[in-house]
């Protein structure tokens, strides 16, 4: 049969599939996160998002009540989450790990756009500010390294009255200031320097202390 016939007797192309539970979920947060990263989440729309994953708009009304409510979901959904060693034996490679977890996230093209563009968009909106962390900074852990401490003091390994919220902040504020003045990420050297020489002994574990053991 002709394509004219096959046109014209009704049989055409076939028909995309619809996508439904999480195949469908994941279109949608895919799309959502990429037209974030594209156009700045102030011009996220409904509209686009569901053109994007090639939906119905009603299909994404029927779960979510706005472009942020999708955009913050997708996030939450490739936050980096810490994954501290299961028998707290490695408190200095586990707090490596973690600043690379986020040295690593901090280059991936889609995140970083749309990071940026939410930290950008919550410095005028409270309300977003307090969603962001209520949804996904909190919701995974919080502060990068915190998981990490609070896991080794969970198991006597740290002091749990050093775990100020300086101390749990000083990682990744080091981080973050390192991006800023050198314009660029650290290398693997910096981030073991910033645990060795300033996360270490802010938890009372000197050079000559195992890492692993409290005072």
Known sequence: MSDRNRSEGGEG???????????LEEAVYTAALEETAELGLPRVTMEGIARRAGTAKTSLYRRWSSPEDIVLGALYRIHPVEQPSPGADDLRGDLIAALTLMRDAMVQPVY???????????????????????????????RFTRTVLQHYADHGRVDP????????D???????????????????DYIAAIVDQAILPAIGHGPQQPADSAD
Do not use: N
């Open 13 to 23: 192309p076939p028909r995309a599939r619809r996508r439904r539970g999480a195949e």
């Open 112 to 142: 970083g756009l749309v990071m940026s563009s939410l930290l950008s968009e919550a410095q005028r909106r409270p309300d977003l500010h307090e969603r962001l962390y209520a949804e996904v900074f909190d919701a995974r852990g919080g």
């Open 161 to 168: 009255a050093r775990l100020t919220p300086v101390v749990v």
């Open 170 to 188: 000083i990682g990744e504020a080091l981080l973050i200031k390192y991006g800023i003045d050198a314009m660029e990420v650290p290398d693997d």
